[in-house]
């Protein structure tokens, strides 16, 4: 497949996580459509890793993968927080900083 395929692969998965962002009142929606953003970012760094030759690229992607989890392990246990001091996990009842 050429690198343009990829690259609208990956134009397409972002564009699909951004709505989902932009469009859920929940907040795992909210996380699944950050998954998805940056696993657009990882099909581009793979593809263009292809294109070169190089495998620096797949490194870089697998590095993110684990900072990735981690970051959803984190945004996960603050929805569980959020869900057992509100009793709700929808975005637009957070307000912690409000007094």
Request: hydrophobic share 60%; aromatic share 10%.
């Given at each position: 497949?050429?690198?343009?395929?990829?690259?609208?692969?990956?134009?397409?998965?972002?564009?699909?996580?951004?709505?989902?962002v932009i469009t859920r009142r929940n907040t795992v929606g909210?996380?699944?459509?950050?998954?998805?953003?940056?696993?657009?970012?990882?099909?581009?760094?793979?593809?263009?890793?292809?294109?070169?030759?190089?495998?620096?690229?797949?490194?870089?992607?697998?590095?993110?993968?684990?900072?990735?989890?981690?970051?959803?392990?984190?945004?996960?246990?603050?929805?569980?927080?959020?869900?057992?001091?509100?009793?709700?996990?929808?975005?637009?009842?957070?307000d912690w900083l409000k007094g």
């Amino acid at each position: 497949m050429p690198l343009g395929a990829y690259l609208a692969l990956a134009a397409v998965v972002f564009c699909i996580g951004l709505f989902g962002v932009i469009t859920r009142r929940n907040t795992v929606g909210i996380l699944l459509g950050i998954e998805l953003m940056l696993n657009a970012v990882n099909i581009n760094f793979v593809a263009f890793s292809r294109f070169h030759g190089s495998a620096l690229g797949m490194m870089f992607t697998l590095f993110a993968i684990c900072i990735t989890v981690a970051e959803i392990a984190l945004g996960l246990s603050l929805v569980i927080l959020l869900f057992r001091s509100r009793k709700t996990s929808t975005a637009d009842h957070v307000d912690w900083l409000k007094g």
